[in-house]
Nanobody, 126 residues
Framework: QVPLVESGGGLVQAGGSLRLSCAAS????????MGWFRQAPGKEREFVAA????????YYADSVKGRFTISRDNAKNTVFLQMNSLKPEDTAVYYC???????????????????WGQGTQVTVSS
């Protein structure tokens, strides 16, 4: 098990910024690819951003490219999602997830992620 706990969500006005954190406890997650996904009401969960275990490869959904940045601190078992220039359509529950040994070509594959956090709500007002 790799328990994941997200934090940092909240209410922000359009154009604002938020920084999400995802802390992993238990087994070290340094060999895991880490991803952020989101789910808006009435919609399917979708990929947002991810990076490989080394952080050397990152991948972003087109909808967030240039606005969001994923980073990780393996020493602290934590992954971050810096979200800038937020839009109302970014409103969703954001989840972090861990996948063992995922390659860069698989980072957006939601089914390959094994462990999931409980999610944190992000609401962007217009």
């Amino acid at each position: 098990q790799v328990p994941l706990v997200e934090s940092g969500g909240g209410l922000v006005q359009a154009g604002g910024s938020l920084r999400l954190s995802c802390a992993a406890s238990g087994r070290t997650f340094s060999t895991y690819a880490m991803g952020w996904f989101r789910q808006a009401p009435g919609k399917e969960r979708e990929f947002v951003a991810a990076n490989t275990w080394s952080g050397g490869s990152t991948y972003y959904a087109d909808s967030v490219k240039g606005r969001f940045t994923i980073s990780r601190d393996n020493a602290k078992n934590t992954v971050f999602l810096q979200m800038n220039s937020l839009k109302p359509e970014d409103t969703a529950v954001y989840y972090c997830a861990a996948g063992d040994g995922l390659r860069s070509s698989s980072l957006a594959s939601i089914k390959l992620y094994t462990y999931w956090g409980q999610g944190t709500q992000v609401t962007v007002s217009s």
